[in-house]
């Protein structure tokens, strides 16, 4: 099975901070995605790549940007973290097939908390 | 937005029941997907249903589609607590990329 493992469960920054969120997959997939999660707004995306170092902006990349350097890899930045980027966040990822057949496999999400 | 969104926001029923979710969307897509979340976890993939099919099973899931309402629903048979869960749908609006658009989620709580 596809595992999506991203780098903490919890976190707790200030701030300022600048933030990193790491998420890997293990089955060489083409597509990463970044998304956040807030109380009935549903899943949002941030920011996707579908290739190495290759991204496209989301519907909500203010205050964020990502780097993928390596396929198994997408990272997303926090450059000064602020109390708005409170919330779950979930990287998921998908191979590419034509028709965008593929379904997405989620990590278990971090939940940022932003004092 | 092209969302899709899910009705009703949250259903409560009793187990053995039957539990209908329904999700609109407005653009063309290629194919439907159903996704379950347990509570603060990620999300897992239930079901996809593409654009040329009308209905489609999996064990007590059954997902219909409606592309000239631009609709589809998920049914769940004969529910168990163990189903309690969000559900979203999402839609690809042709992409091909991959990307997805989720809809806000359905609560669904199943009482023993």
């Known amino acids: 099975d596809v595992k999506v493992t991203q780098s903490s469960r919890y976190l707790v920054k200030r701030t300022g901070e600048k933030v990193f969120l790491e998420c890997v997959q293990d089955?060489?997939?083409?597509?990463m995605f970044w998304y956040r999660q807030d109380p009935g707004l549903g899943l949002r995306l941030i920011y996707f790549?579908?290739?190495?170092?290759?991204?496209e902006k989301g519907d909500i990349p203010e205050g964020y940007s990502v780097s993928r350097e390596k396929k198994e890899r997408f990272s997303l930045i926090l450059e000064s973290a602020s109390t708005n980027q409170t919330s779950m966040y979930l990287c998921?990822?998908?191979?590419?097939?034509?028709?965008?057949?593929?379904?997405?496999?989620f990590g278990p999400g971090t939940r940022l908390t932003v004092l | 937005s092209q969302q899709g969104e899910e009705d009703p926001q949250a259903l409560s029923i009793q187990e053995g029941e039957n539990a209908t979710m329904n999700c609109s969307y407005k653009?063309?897509?290629?194919?439907l997907q159903w996704y379950r979340q347990n509570s603060g976890r990620g999300l897992v993939h239930l079901i996809l249903?593409?654009?040329?099919?009308r209905e489609k099973h999996s064990g007590r899931l059954r997902v219909t589609l409606d592309t000239s309402k631009k609709s589809s629903s998920l049914l769940i048979t004969a529910s168990r607590a163990a189903d309690t869960a969000s559900y979203f749908c999402?839609?690809?609006?042709?992409?091909?990329?991959?990307?997805?658009?989720f809809g806000r989620g359905t609560q669904l709580t199943v009482w023993p």
């Open positions: 998921a990822s998908t191979r590419r097939l034509a028709g965008g057949r593929e379904k997405q496999f």
């Open positions: 089955m060489d997939h083409e597509n």
């Open positions: 790549s579908y290739d190495v170092k290759m991204k």
């Open positions: 653009t063309s897509i290629n194919n």
């Open positions: 249903i593409r654009s040329n099919e």
């Open positions: 999402a839609h690809d609006r042709g992409s091909t990329l991959g990307r997805l658009y």
